[in-house]
């Protein structure tokens, strides 16, 4: 099979392999200013819009995909040559494999080169909303005081450098500070990452950047700039080399980054555009009053669950999350976490089934043609578990309820925090606390509890005695006799 570069002029040639845009690119114009080009962003907000597009009447709402940080720099050239198209493969549940291209990112901007470039594009008339996946950790939020980390060096650049900014704070104050000198209308600002109260959270903490950066600019934002909460979902693994090889193969696309996802989606949005929105809920999309519950309930149950496969079977020495979940005695664990530490502190959530929201989310760990990878999940842990176990074991402490699989998990991530496998394999840790976990995890060997001092991540949980005591006793538990064998003795208690 021949195969072309995927761009523009290349779009049709396409057309009987897999599925193209049917409207016209060059009509579109932008309307949401999208931060973090990620694999997530591309399989999930980027393809409702795409479904939206090929409906009459919505081409305001194009995508201009912005990559924040100098370390996007690859996924920004390979997104530029290819005219802001990919290819999205869906592996359905059989194992087949669904592809389409994807045009809604009509443009695409470097943040680094170019910084003026992307304040002027989110200051623009035409962009009603900008739309942020920066991860649980782009929010510089500190856990211990639960408030904006205003020491953070990059903060302090940017605001001794307003015009050359490096964080998400810096770009949007610069960018609500022209729309107000220009008497332009309000604008969204709509966070899509893994947070519970992701909308609120983005509110408080630009606020805080702003009353530091540029305190006259609060009172316009409080009046002009709304900040929907959203629930999103969609498991979406790291492209290997293997997924881009196997496009090209079959489909003659040489995409240099596509992306891969389950079949499952799901998006459930706070109606709350000052600027207007698209008919997102035309293309799936659910609207809602209150968000919040839901969002806790994936965050705590989905992403809580991934957490737990992916530090236990790490350690166990698995690579992918469909092997942790396929050991019955890990996913029994899960189960039981779940059953008896999560969904008590969710309330109730109209319209949902737990028992059958958290059947299906087995399933979907399950899913042998995701191999979601290992390393994805644990990456940035010191971020993700405030978010997603934390207020899961604070609840039940104040309840006086049980915390025995959270403290277990918690253990076995200091153990996990060391840099090897049980089979003495090293793993590979990527987390922006890096070093501190390291250290924290050496002084744990000696007292276990020590690993609780990072106040960033744990807050004040070392000043409980309850918590402290399951903690160090799982601890020597898994040092003693190894991940597995403590599972199975905890499944049967
Ligand atoms: C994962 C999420 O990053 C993680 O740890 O739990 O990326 C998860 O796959 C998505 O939130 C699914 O919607």
């Not at 114009?29 to 999930?44: D, E, L, N, S």
């Not at 997104?79 to 669904?98: A, I, P, W």
């Not at 003026?116 to 782009?138: F, H, N, Q, R, Y």
């Not at 305190?215 to 498991?235: A, C, K, Q, Y």
């Amino acid at each position: 099979m021949n195969t072309y570069q995927l761009n523009n002029k290349n779009l049709t040639l396409f057309k009987d392999q897999v599925a193209i845009p049917q409207y016209n690119r060059a009509e579109v114009k932008t309307g949401i200013v999208h931060v973090g080009i990620g694999g997530f962003h591309r399989a999930h907000q980027a393809l409702y819009t795409d479904d939206l597009l090929h409906q009459e009447g919505n081409n305001d709402w194009g995508i201009c995909g912005v990559a924040l940080l100098k370390f996007d720099q690859k996924i920004y050239n390979t997104l530029k040559e290819q005219d802001g198209l990919y290819t999205l493969v869906v592996k359905e549940l059989d194992g087949t494999l669904s592809k389409r291209i994807i045009g809604s990112m009509v443009e695409t901007l470097f943040a680094p080169e170019n910084p003026s470039k992307v304040i002027e594009k989110m200051a623009s008339d035409e962009v009603k909303i900008i739309t942020l996946t920066i991860t649980e950790g782009g929010y510089n939020y500190n856990e211990a005081t639960s408030e904006f980390d205003a020491d953070n060096p990059q903060i302090l650049q940017d605001i001794a450098n307003p015009l050359n900014p490096i964080t998400i704070f810096g770009y949007l104050t610069q960018a609500l500070k022209l729309r107000k000198e220009r008497g332009l209308d309000g604008i969204t600002i709509q966070s899509c990452d893994n947070i519970q109260g992701n909308g609120h959270m983005t509110q408080k903490m630009l606020l805080s950047y702003v009353k530091m950066a540029e305190p006259t600019l609060v009172g316009w934002i409080e009046n002009n700039v709304s900040f929907p909460n959203s629930m999103v979902d969609r498991i979406t693994p790291a492209t290997t080399q293997n997924d881009v090889e196997e496009l090209t193969k079959t489909s003659g696309i040489d995409d240099a980054w596509p992306v891969v996802c389950e079949p499952f989606k799901q998006w459930v949005i706070e109606d709350n555009f000052v600027a207007g929105r698209p008919a997102w809920e035309n293309v799936g999309a659910q609207f809602a009053k209150d968000v919040v519950p839901y969002e806790k309930m994936k965050l705590s149950l989905l992403n809580a669950g991934h957490s737990v496969l992916g530090i236990l079977g790490a350690l166990i020495g698995y690579n992918t999350i469909d092997e942790v979940v396929h050991n019955k005695n890990i996913a029994t664990f899960l189960k039981n976490y779940m059953d008896k530490e999560v969904t008590s502190t969710l309330g109730t959530l109209e319209g949902v089934d737990l028992e059958v929201y958290k059947q299906s989310l087995i399933e979907r760990f399950g899913n042998i043609n995701i191999k979601d990878q290992i390393d994805r999940i644990c990456s940035e842990s010191s971020a993700k578990i405030p978010i997603f176990i934390l207020p899961t074991v604070n609840t039940q402490l104040k309840n006086k309820a049980n915390i025995k699989h959270a403290a277990f998990v918690l253990a076995a991530w200091a153990v996990y925090s060391l840099g090897k496998n049980e089979k003495g394999t090293d793993l590979n840790i990527k987390d922006a606390l890096k070093t501190t976990l390291h250290q924290k995890a050496i002084a744990a060997q000696q007292n276990s509890t020590l690993f609780l001092e990072i106040e960033t991540v744990f807050g004040d949980l070392r000043k409980n005695d309850v918590f402290v005591q399951a903690f160090a006793n799982a601890y020597d538990n898994i040092v003693k006799k190894g991940v597995e064998k403590c599972v199975i003795d905890i499944n049967q208690s």
